[in-house]
């Protein structure tokens, strides 16, 4: 019998699981929230994510349950794993990319970097952090947000104001997240990937580029790295997940302060859009690493195939054209530049695709790459 692997979200992580699905021979099957979605090849049910019932009868069709996100509520995790359906990761790991504030307090306990931060609930509380860190922070809602989402810098008590009234009209109550503005100089990503029997390996430390809160491009290795810096970034990711007992992916998201110091920014436990460049450039794509992780089979080697590799998003795409309709310019420019599509209508400031380049100069593979890339602009 064919191993089954379900997957929960229908975007384009679930999409890029599928061909090393294919190639192992796992059968894959994925729970889409809506018909049409990236990974709607493999979208076996359409339902929703947070009903228990929909999702049951998902999962007791499949040896295995995974993600392509995180917001699966934990009573419907809950629910799976009372009736022995085997989820990775569990809902004891997810709960700490869900919740930030979860996420902090772990991170503190296992005596993680990561910057000073607190939980406020009033605009009185934010006043007293502000004013304990030069007048500026960063608040960020505790669960729901990404892609620069959900996340806001603020100089004054008011600034979060509606986001506490919003918090107040909530009748489980909550409280925001408010850490310190940290002076860095570029965000880093360390991937790691474990399987339940506990086999832990890790990817290159890489440089990942922000253009208004969304990842533009990723650099691999982080240029410049050095050996402390490299060996500090993957024992750091290594005890997170096995401090957290994850089980599949992890991408510990990071910045690099002007002191030399690295501090936990945040936490994404699955395929991550910093490890896109796997799939042209590393001995094992993070999308199969991930399948055998979650299967408990043995791990794939991680070392980059070409010195180094560089991913770059492409966000938008051609309004009221197709990217399809930049193939045959893109790929004659820049053949030796991989493309990849998830199947979505270009829109503004949306991720429908990226391309991927590998070689011996970093320099030239990220050029190659710009250029593929902006054709689809």
Known sequence: MFMRVGVIGGG????MMI???VELGVE??????QEGMSAA???TAVGDYRDIDTVLAFARDVDVVTFDHEHVPQEVLRAMTAEGISVHPGADALRFAQDKLDMRRRLTELGAPQPDWAAVTNSTELAT???AHGGRAVVKTARGGYDGKGVRVVDSANGADDWFAALAEDANGGALLVEELVDFTRELAQQVARRPSGQVVAYPLVETVQDGGVCSEVLAPAPGASAALLAEAEALGVAIAEGIGVTGMLAVELFETRDGRILVNELAMRP???GHWTQDGAA???FEQHLRAVLDLPLGATNPTAGNAVMLNILGGP???TLESRFDAAMAAEPGVKIHTYGKEPRPGRKVGHVNAAGADAGAILAAARVARDFFA
């Open 12 to 15: 384009q992580l679930a999409r």
């Open 19 to 21: 061909a090393p699905a």
């Open 28 to 33: 894959i099957r994925v729970l889409a929230e």
């Open 41 to 43: 090849l493999a979208a």
């Open 129 to 131: 952090f502000l004013d």
């Open 272 to 274: 991550h859009n910093s």
């Open 284 to 286: 094992t794509s993070q």
């Open 319 to 321: 309004l009221g054209q």
